[in-house]
């Protein structure tokens, strides 16, 4: 199994620094076809887990141009330019490339 | 606009086999799989299982001997069943279309 490494666990933050998210896969998660299927999601406390990015650097309709991705092969990153206050919650990594998908343990943002 | 939303029971024995229904809508499950997803209380997600739009079905090797996913594409139904249940099944349990647009979770308690 692939398996999704976030770092850190917490990362307290002061509203308009800005953040980044750390996601390590064990292996490449290029598939086959060209597309590497690795997500980006916000949960706040009490919902559904949001998508914020597919495809490494997707933005998902209606997500703000605050937050962007990128890496490729084993090494990906969310960041966020300026932290809002509707930012907070955790931050989970998805793999959709290969069986079974995973997702990484998930990063709290929370207030410093 | 694309919905989905869980139902099934809240709370189920020791045991005894948990049934849940993914009704959705603004799609056709002819064009798009759903993926079950599920988060015990305070801990991260986990994927379950997937029917594809063919009606082929791949499933998490941990829970494959106790998991059945099956759909009616006539109602916009997608059904979970899942066997043999224990306390640590006890999470909130989500469908999602495409990773992208998520069902409001049920949360299902199994009582010892």
């Known amino acids: 199994d692939v398996v999704m490494t976030q770092t850190p666990l917490s990362l307290p933050i002061s509203l308009g620094d800005q953040a980044s998210f750390s996601c390590r896969s064990s292996q490449s998660l290029l598939h086959s076809n060209g597309n590497t299927y690795l997500a980006w999601y916000l949960q706040k406390s009490g919902l559904s887990p949001q998508i914020l990015i597919y495809?490494?650097?997707n933005r998902f309709s209606g997500v703000p141009d605050r937050f962007s991705g990128s890496g490729s092969g084993t090494d990906f990153t969310l960041k966020i330019s300026r932290v809002e206050p509707e930012d907070l919650g955790v931050y989970y990594c998805?793999?959709?490339?290969?069986?079974?998908?995973?997702f990484g343990a998930g990063t709290k943002l929370e207030l410093k | 606009q694309v919905q989905l939303k869980e139902s099934g029971p809240v709370l189920v024995q020791a045991s005894e086999t948990l049934s849940l229904t993914c009704t959705v809508s603004g799609f056709s499950l002819t064009n798009y799989g759903v993926i079950w997803v599920r988060q015990p209380p305070g801990k991260g997600l986990e994927w379950m299982g997937i029917i594809w739009r063919n009606g082929n079905t791949d499933y998490n090797s941990a829970l494959k001997s106790r998991l059945s996913i099956n759909r009616d594409t006539s109602k916009s139904q997608v059904f979970l069943k899942m066997n043999s249940l224990q306390t640590d099944d006890t999470a909130i349990y989500y469908c999602t279309r495409d990773w992208r647009y998520w069902g409001q979770g049920v949360m299902v308690t199994v009582s010892s």
């Open positions: 495809r490494i650097s």
């Open positions: 998805l793999q959709h490339t290969h069986l079974p998908y995973t």
